[in-house]
């Protein structure tokens, strides 16, 4: 049992960026209208990974260990909050260790660690709402492209998170602004959504902003609206609502190798958009990071100890001030946000971060720091995300 779990742990952090580089980096057909089979009915409970008010994958510990550059450790106990004025409705990554092409309604180990790394802490300020839907598999990405005759039904898995969003419009929205959140494959689930049912549409409305991480968003360069959506700009200040925050990640000192798939985009003009969420207006800022404490999980190296010879860090998560820089560049046809680690050989604090997806020790350049995009900068996601919200609904008043 303890040899599957962690598999099941390492499956989750291998299976997402192969998910992006099936999803979102090459021109997809358009879904049918309607999904090859029944969507699930999402008036039951048991067809939710997260609904607010229960004990789920999205009221997992969030309590975290601040270590600050002279080594000193606190713990910052997460607090959820008690009424909170807005929704969040995320979908999450190719992580469905699952035989078939499809993902079945039955959520794992893998779904429920990816939640809690992801989209628990957003509960500090908004009502969590995450589908479960039959989501391409691992297994189903190893069959597309192939001759199988079982392969993979994209339609389906887009067609259960349109209806969970129906759904949610239906009956849980009543009028609240809502924060769209994904990664990887949720990303490419949320930008078609995006794309049919809300940019340029009376849904446009409830929307606070869009977190489509770990997926490329086709924009003009040089603009931040067109592309794949109309009607739908990228964030450029926090107050700034109605609009798509999303990026790509890749080590400052790393440039994305030439068969990278991340932070490139197809069509004449067009460059993958990118937004620092610790600077919208542009330049490099210290992000407000929450990382896995043993790291970024058995897809990629183990985390050096956090302290040199310090004690052990007992919480789910630890935050390191001013130890992460962000910053969204343009190399060569790459468009992606830089992440700097600020070493520091004299203090006692690390100087690397686990995040690189590795195989056999060996380095996989081109995937960037896909395993990470979200932890580098959840602080500052959070913290966005409840900005917006206010100025979403002084604007409504």
Known sequence: MKLARLTALAMVVIAAPLAAQHQGHQPQPSAPVA?????????????????????????????????????????????????????????????????????????????????AFQAARFAKHCRVFAPLYRQITL?????????????????????DVKAAWAHYLATENKGRGVVLIGHSQGSGMLKQLIAEEIDGKPAAKHIISAMLIGTNVAVPAGKGVGGDFKAFPLCRTATQTGCLITYVSF??????????????????????????????????????NYLGTRGAGLGSGIQAP????????????????????????????????????????????????????????????????????MPVVMGNLVELANVQAKAWAAKKR
């Not at 008010?53 to 550059?69: E, K, P």
């Not at 686990?354 to 056999?360: E, M, S, W």
């Open 35 to 115: 999904p090859a089979a029944p969507a699930p009915d999402y008036a039951h409970h048991d067809t939710w990974l997260c609904l607010p008010g229960r004990t789920d994958a999205c009221s997992a510990n969030q309590d975290a260990t601040i270590v600050a550059a002279n080594g000193h450790q606190s713990v910052e106990v997460f607090k959820p909050a008690s009424a909170p004025q807005f929704d969040c409705f995320y979908v999450y990554p190719t992580v469905s260790l699952d035989p078939t092409p499809n993902a079945d309604l039955k959520p794992g180990l893998e779904e429920k660690t990816v939640a």
């Open 139 to 159: 297994a189903g990405l190893r069959r597309l492209g192939s001759t199988s005759a079982a392969t993979a039904d994209r339609a389906l898995a887009y067609g």
């Open 251 to 288: 080590r400052a000192e790393v440039t994305p190798p030439d068969n990278s798939r991340f932070g490139v985009v197809a069509g004449p003009g067009m460059v993958a958009a990118c937004t620092n969420p610790a600077a919208l207006g542009g330049g490099k800022a210290l992000s407000d």
């Open 306 to 373: 956090w302290v040199k010879d310090g004690p052990a860090v007992t919480t789910p998560f630890v935050k390191v001030p001013g130890l992460i820089a962000t910053e969204c560049v343009q190399r060569g046809k790459f468009s992606y946000l830089a992440v700097t680690v600020n070493a520091d050989p004299a203090d006692p604090r690390t100087d690397t971060i686990a995040g690189d997806i590795t195989i056999l020790d060996k380095v996989l350049a081109d995937w960037g720091l896909h395993l990470i995009d």
